[in-house]
């Protein structure tokens, strides 16, 4: 059992929605992390959150927003995405950044698929 | 820059034979590597990581992994391949002095076990 739980497992959505991806991690994690993952490929970091600040974005386009509430929890929300953007999308946390030896956790990904 | 080379982007072997996958990374100094195994439609999951303690690194499922400097290389190894063993893995570097939580991937290696 992965202790990063990523919503919804699976989200169709069009060109025209608004639609939210949800993360929750109960580790005490001080750093997470949203990766954009297509098929055969490694993972692409897209963000970094360290202590709910924005740390790190991986020049991703304006139609990704990412949101950390709290330090259990990170939202990617999304707005008029291209069907190149169907992905999986997984959601990581780690120790805090400064005392972290890079080790990641992984939760199980949200697969988007934009039509 | 930090990179990690895969060689070989599928391995195929037998039920009960050696699992070898190659890995080797570029840096100065010795990073912390990590070996992930991604199932279908999973997550990553860490299978093992050198932090610079013992070279030989002995992760989940029986897989091990040796850290060699003098070849900069990283591969993983399982005595006896079993059939659950077949996924994608990706081979991580994280360094010494992380750059704001950044992992660093290899492109992957999916193994394939025949019966």
């Known amino acids: 059992d992965t202790e990063v739980t990523q919503t919804p497992k699976h989200l169709v959505m069009g060109m025209t929605n608004k639609k939210s991806l949800k993360c929750e991690q109960h580790?005490?994690?001080?750093?997470m992390y949203w990766y954009k993952q297509k098929a055969k490929k490694p993972p692409e970091l897209m963000f970094v959150y360290s202590y709910e600040k924005l740390s790190i974005n991986e020049s991703v386009p304006s139609r990704f927003s990412p949101e950390c509430p709290n330090s259990s929890l990170l939202n990617l929300h999304l707005h008029a995405l291209q069907p190149e953007d169907s992905a999986l999308y997984l959601c990581?946390?780690?120790?805090?950044?400064?005392?972290?030896?890079?080790?990641?956790?992984f939760g199980e990904g949200s697969r988007l698929t934009v039509l | 820059a930090q990179s990690v080379t895969q060689l070989g982007s599928h391995v195929s072997v037998s039920e009960g034979a050696l699992v070898l996958l190659r890995c080797n990374y570029s840096?100065?100094?010795?990073?912390?590597l990590f070996w992930y195994v991604q199932y279908p439609n999973q997550g990553l999951q860490l299978l093992l990581k050198?932090?610079?303690?013992?070279?030989l690194v002995k992760g989940i499922n029986g897989f091990e992994a040796e850290f060699k400097k003098s070849e900069t290389s990283f591969h993983l190894t399982k005595p006896s391949a079993h059939m659950s063993d077949a996924a994608e893995y990706f081979c991580?570097?994280?360094?010494?002095?992380?750059?704001?939580?950044?992992?660093?991937f290899g492109q992957g290696t999916e193994l394939s076990v025949k019966p």
């Open positions: 050198y932090t610079s303690a013992a070279t």
């Open positions: 840096s100065s100094v010795p990073p912390y």
């Open positions: 580790m005490g994690h001080r750093a």
């Open positions: 991580a570097v994280s360094p010494l002095y992380n750059q704001g939580g950044k992992l660093i």
């Open positions: 990581a946390s780690s120790q805090e950044i400064a005392r972290n030896t890079g080790e990641l956790f």
